[in-house]
């Protein structure tokens, strides 16, 4: 069972609803989760506490060159004891988009990622939102935020849990850039576009 889709919408339909504003104080309810969860910035945007590592190995289905030095030049490297010839079995990750930080960049990563609602993604699964999602290795993604919900006086943000298989590694990261996007994109989506992209 798949849960790829492929929406038939304009991208130029897609703007961003909250401005970024990292230096901004959370609201008191975004900061007890971020408190509770221990949470901190996440440099794909957003919040993230590493919340599971299986520490368990396996060989690494991928090239031992670093799929960005970009990644990993923003990230200061790689992670001690990081061996290019092995790969964690999975690790999991909470991650939190809030209305000061609205939008995780453009990215994409070898591993698959399963993504799972930890709340306000939606449960109408009547109306085909979903509760878990999952995003292949190689394959572009970004998030953001959606205005509240009809009578909802503020947004709580996005909470999910990500699990990455195999383990996660910077080495196994990269950012959309701006010239990679206009060689992917036509050059109307990729204006549509570039507000989702970090550098």
Known sequence: MSNTSTPNISLSLLKPIYTPNPSSKEPSYIQ??????????????????????????????????PLSARTLDLTGGLREGYDPAKRLLSTSIFYYLTPNRPMGSFHRN??????TLSFVVGH???????????????????????????????????????????????????????????????ATDAKALEWLVKH
Do not use: M
Request: no cysteine; net charge negative.
């Open 124 to 186: 109408d699964i009547g109306k085909g939102e979903k509760v878990t999602w999952t995003v292949e290795g190689g394959v572009w993604k970004a998030s953001f935020l959606l205005q509240p919900s009809a009578g909802q006086d503020n947004n709580e943000g996005l909470l999910i849990t990500e699990t990455v298989v195999p383990g996660f590694e910077y080495s196994d990261h990269e950012f959309l850039s701006v010239e990679k996007s206009k060689e992917l994109l036509t």
């Open 32 to 65: 007890s989760t971020l408190s509770t969860l221990s949470l901190d910035p996440h440099i794909e945007g957003g919040y993230y506490a590493l919340t599971d590592i299986n520490t368990a190995s396996t060989p690494s289905p991928y090239p031992p060159e």
């Open 110 to 115: 070898r591993s698959r990622i399963i993504h």
